[in-house]
């Protein structure tokens, strides 16, 4: 099946400039930047890879984000994604940001559980994201409640939230790209096809089911042992459900990867990226918030390029270049941006035959 949205792999072939500056040791700004305008969650999901950061009611400051957003985006920062280690939405200001984030001239994205994306919210920056995308890990209320461990009429209030920004999406004429999230895991395999089924019906525009991957610092666990190659006949029945307007990602090439060794020999793509968490620091790696190794410093006491073109970073690059990725969590946010740039770092024999 293929992914039109390019989810299941990577986007960093759009992008030759930024690659050709970073093949030369230019120190490159990055593309993306994943921002979290809050530290706290109103769900406790049973597979949360972020549960060890704790859900502290931390939020981002509006101003102080929006200053450097813009200076960001003059040295090149083309996109940004609010999430983060919780629930984006909680924090008041988040609307505005987003749509001044826009104003900025880039482009905005956002990942939420969906309970706070009522139709003021949507009507108040719906327009601004070039894809919306509610994370829904179970098919009926019960399930629901099981897995997001949340209040029961959560999932009624999630479904009825979509169905508000399809219409709006629709009415307005927005481009805006409205998906959902499954994450598979054994406590959801049978809700799978009834959701799709659901969310088919409402009209958002696709919905993708990925693998879990154990967060080396996470206390969630798979409850039990999980063979993802079990259910690959489950994308045959998702199949059915595809049509001109409702997309089926399902994440096969990922669930494979849990069983082979990477591709790669080190994390290249670090500099490509960026994460600021909802304190305000900005880190090279999502899945080592925490380690000091990987903070690259504060926009509390520096701008967004003093810190990227600071020694504090030049250190942790260095740290990262020296590590075993084994111990790194698996199919990571830049599995397939790694594989290329090993493919274009170390070529093998024979490249000029093209």
């Given at each position: ?32 930047v ?111 409640q ?7 009429n959560?999932?009624?209030?999630v ?34 096809l ?61 669930m494979?990867k ?90 093998g ?6």
């Amino acid at each position: 099946m293929v992914d039109q949205l390019r989810i299941d792999t990577h986007k960093l072939i759009y992008h030759p400039t930024r690659v050709s500056e970073w093949l030369q040791g230019k120190n490159i700004y990055p593309i993306y930047v994943e921002i979290a305008p809050s530290g706290a969650c109103n769900h406790r999901c049973i597979f949360c890879a972020l549960d060890y950061m704790e859900y502290r009611p931390v939020f981002l400051d509006k101003e102080l984000i929006l200053s450097n957003l813009k200076e960001m985006g003059e040295k090149g920062v083309k996109s940004v994604m609010y999430a983060g280690e919780g629930e984006p939405l909680l924090n008041r200001h988040t609307p505005e940001i987003v749509w001044r984030t826009k104003e900025l001239g880039i482009d905005v994205s956002m990942t939420s559980n969906g309970v706070l994306f009522s139709r003021e919210a949507a009507e108040e920056c719906l327009g601004c994201f070039s894809w919306v995308r509610f994370s829904v890990n179970a098919g009926s209320p019960a399930s629901y409640q099981t897995i997001h461990r949340t209040r029961s009429n959560d999932f009624e209030r999630v479904l009825e939230n979509l169905q508000n920004a399809v219409a709006l999406k629709r009415d307005k004429g927005y481009r805006t790209t409205i998906g959902v999230q499954m994450l598979l895991i054994p406590e959801n395999t049978g809700d799978a096809l009834p959701l799709a089924k659901t969310l088919k019906e409402i009209g958002v525009d696709y919905f993708s089911i990925k693998p879990y991957s154990q967060h080396p610092k996470s206390h969630a666990a798979l409850s039990t042992a999980f063979d993802y190659e079990q259910h690959l006949g489950l994308e045959r029945q998702l199949t059915e459900l595809k049509s001109d307007d409702f997309q089926i990602i399902f994440r096969a090439k990922a669930m494979q990867k849990l069983k082979h060794d990477k591709a790669y020999e080190c994390c290249w793509g670090l500099p490509f990226w960026a994460y600021i968490d909802a304190k305000a620091n900005v880190w090279g790696c999502s899945a080592y918030l925490g380690d000091e190794d990987f903070c690259y410093g504060s926009l509390k006491s520096e701008s967004f390029a003093a810190i990227w073109e600071g020694e504090r970073r030049a250190e942790s690059l260095k740290k990262v270049a020296q590590m075993d990725i084994r111990q790194c969590r698996e199919i990571c946010r830049l599995d397939e941006i790694n594989g290329y740039l090993q493919q274009l770092k170390k070529p093998g024999d024979h490249v000029n035959f093209i």
